[in-house]
């Protein structure tokens, strides 16, 4: 199987090949260009001679001085032309060899990367061994555990008691006469009522068994309060004890270098990424060139379509 290096290694060597394609194609295709617009000042010649013979001596004169000045013209743009594009594959080469040289800074980040990493892995294993051997760490280790376990249970007791309630609560929350006087806090101190309406609702606590039933359903809420509170405690009490486990492994991982060594790993892996932008961006600059001298070599380029137009404007302006 092939590891990541040797795949992104064997897509590189893939696009080297294909570039390489490209520029030969490119260069063919310039050179059939150079042929056309060689061509068409050839034409132009023609034209001048047929010029000289066909026309009289007046007209002979005008278009060849119309071809003189626009085939001087033409040359000064297709020198300009040939100097632009000089330029371009000047450029376009720069910016090639700046793609291979952020590549092989490339491999040297990732090869960077790869050892902090394994860095990391071995510190790490070697500190897990040590803990392993650490009496003051197993003996907190196992307090942590034994403190998790006990917080788990009683979660689940503090949830079960809280679907008792709810199960058992609904007879106490569908008595009407009881649950008036529940709301109205009768029997305890906050009650408060005016004579008259306190004889009747004493009258209406002896007909639903109202003191009994009271002591059982507040028996019945205050369970799960209790024992969610036992939980919040207990749950509290574990945290502190697996906190002062991961004390005792950040201070194992300090001594033996994983800090250090995990903070070298993200310094690397942010300079890779930073480098990774930095060399699409080369890319897209290249990317940019090249179709500029995909104009250049189609004949679409400003100097070719500026000789064409001076060309058939002439052509236009005499019957040969």
């Known amino acids: 199987m092939w590891t990541g290096k040797q795949t992104l290694q064997s897509l590189q060597s893939g696009l080297h090949s294909v570039k390489a394609d490209l520029d030969r194609i490119d260069r063919e295709l310039n050179e059939i260009t150079l042929a056309f617009t060689r061509n068409q000042q050839t034409q132009s010649t023609i034209l001048q001679q047929l ?14 001085d119309a071809l003189d000045h626009t085939d001087r013209e033409t040359l000064e743009i297709l020198q300009q032309r040939a100097t632009a594009l000089t330029e371009l594959e000047e450029s376009i080469a720069d910016k090639e060899k700046d793609i291979e040289k952020q590549a092989r800074e490339r491999d040297d980040l990732a090869a960077s990367i790869d050892a902090f990493a394994q860095g990391v892995i071995d510190a790490e294993h070697n500190v897990q061994s040590r803990l392993d051997d650490d009496q003051t760490y197993q003996s ?68 639903c068994n109202y003191d009994n039933n009271r002591t059982n359903y507040w028996t019945l809420l205050e369970i799960p ?33 994983v800090v250090e060594l995990q903070k070298k790993l993200n310094t690397a892996e942010e300079q890779l990424e930073q480098h990774d932008n930095q060399i699409a961006r080369t890319e897209d600059s290249r990317n940019e060139l090249l179709r500029k001298r995909s104009n250049f ?17 002439l052509m236009e302006r005499y019957d040969v």
């Open 51 to 64: 010029a000289t013979i066909r026309l009289d001596e007046i007209q002979r004169g005008s278009l060849m």
């Open 140 to 207: 907190q280790l196992e307090r942590a555990r034994k403190a998790d376990s006990i917080a788990d249970e009683a979660e689940e007791k503090a949830t079960l008691a809280e679907r008792d309630r709810i199960e058992k609560g609904t007879p106490f929350e569908s008595d009407p006469l009881f649950f008036y006087l529940w709301k109205r806090h009768y029997a305890t101190p906050d009650y408060r009522a005016n004579p008259l309406s306190r004889a009747l609702d004493n009258w209406v606590a002896r007909i």
């Open 225 to 257: 309060k209790r024992l969610l509170e036992h939980a919040a405690a207990v749950r509290a009490a574990a945290d502190s004890e697996s906190d002062k486990l991961q004390e005792l492994e950040a201070q194992a991982a300090a001594e033996a270098g």
């Open 297 to 313: 070599v189609s004949g679409q380029d400003e100097y070719t379509m500026k000789s064409v137009e001076l060309l058939a404007g």
